[in-house]
């Protein structure tokens, strides 16, 4: 279940020496053939941008949205590297490009780890002509795999529908499991389909498919310099409706994302807020992403406490429309806090709801009919371990 999953596409993942001790920091996914496809591309909104970022970003305008192939290193960002930076990740993807015989605009590149530190282009340089020769179509685990930083697990999904008749695949491979925080969640996906769009459509795809899926997962708070997103589609399904491929598309960002928080660094919950009863949608989403974010409650669900205190002041203080009175609380569907007051609910059910490796918490504004949802997970002391130093 990955990028590779959908015919036309070709992948590898292989060790060049970035990390040390030696293990798996260069991947590659590519057209099998070679050939520049329709490309996407949705990337960070922090302005402390990557080399990589400006890169892909320029490379897509320069083709008009399109793509032959990915290259991804990990275990170096390669921001805040300066001219160098941006000559090493142009050189990437010339060096990628003459490996694979296409051209270096049809190159786009990736890179996530520690932020400030020059790439050791020697490595990387051999790496290429490996993980070129290493490219396989049942690839796409390997350069989940090679994508990693601090993942504990390679991440990838793929989904098969028919749309009119025409059996069309999406497949994606993704990274990250901290410094998540929409826009977007440090993470690097790509994610590829069979199906024909042009440059407008897939681009307009994309994004819309991210909103629900990895701009609505925040483990920290923290932004990326490098979050990239990248659809590659070869048409060799044929032409769809591109509006009903969206739920495809939207289906395995998701499945990423979810897959994502499960992975975040030391957390022990992966939980779903949703915020309904909000006066707009944009309000429940930023309601949701406000208890989110919340350092108290997300210890609260470290401690496997179901307290609604914490959850109805950050509704109170987030909310634009907003009243004790009609506010409702539970936690997989056991009200906890109702009509200004507390509940009691059975405790022995609440407890084992709070046992749960994915917590769905519910809020209710009781104002209108906006709703919206947020990914997260709760904050522990393997997350500050974790988090105390740049190694």
């Not at 991947?27 to 520049?36: F, W, Y």
């Amino acid at each position: 279940m990955s990028v590779t999953d959908v015919p036309g596409f070709v992948a590898a993942g292989v060790a060049c020496g970035i990390k040390s001790p030696p293990s798996p920091d260069l991947a590659l996914v590519a057209t099998d053939d070679g050939r520049p496809v329709t490309a996407a591309g949705v990337f960070t909104r922090n302005k402390m941008t990557a080399a990589p970022v400006t890169v892909s970003r320029h490379n897509l305008n320069h083709t008009g949205g399109q793509a032959a192939a990915v290259i991804i290193n990990s275990g170096n960002a390669n921001a805040a590297t300066g001219l160098d930076g941006m000559r090493d990740a142009v050189q990437m993807t010339s060096s990628t490009a003459a490996a694979m015989g296409i051209e270096a605009y049809d190159v786009l590149v990736c890179s996530t780890g520690l932020i400030g530190y020059p790439l050791p282009m020697d490595a990387i340089g051999r790496g290429i002509p490996t993980v070129v020769e290493a490219l396989a179509a049942d690839g796409g685990v390997a350069a989940a795999t090679a994508m990693m930083t601090t993942d504990s697990v390679a991440k990838h999904a793929s989904t098969t529908t028919e749309i009119g008749g025409i059996a069309v695949s999406v497949g994606g491979i993704a990274k990250g499991a901290a410094m998540l925080e929409p826009n977007m969640a440090t993470m690097l996906a790509v994610v590829t389909t069979d199906a024909e769009l042009t440059s407008e459509e897939a681009t307009g795809l994309l994004r819309q498919a991210v909103g629900p899926a990895f701009n609505s997962l925040t483990v920290d708070g923290a932004q990326s310099t490098n979050d990239t997103v990248l659809l590659l589609a070869n048409g060799r399904a044929g032409r769809v409706d591109p509006n009903l491929l969206l739920e495809p598309l939207t289906e395995v960002c998701t499945a990423l994302a979810v897959m994502m928080a499960d992975d975040a660094e030391g957390s022990t919950k992966t939980v779903f807020v949703t915020v309904q009863g909000a006066s707009t949608d944009q309000e429940a989403s930023a309601v949701a992403r406000s208890i989110a974010n919340c350092q108290l409650v997300k210890c609260s669900w470290y401690g496997k406490d179901p307290y609604w205190g914490r959850i109805a002041a950050q509704a109170g203080s987030a909310a634009e429309t907003f009243s004790p009175d009609t506010l409702t609380i539970s936690y997989g569907g056991i009200v906890t806090f109702q009509s200004g007051v507390a509940t009691t609910p059975d405790a022995e059910a609440l407890a084992e709801v709070m046992e749960q490796r994915q917590l769905h918490l519910t809020v209710d504004l009781g104002q209108g009919a906006g709703s919206g949802r947020i990914v997260t997970t709760d904050l522990t002391h393997a997350y500050i371990d974790e988090n105390m130093g740049t190694s």
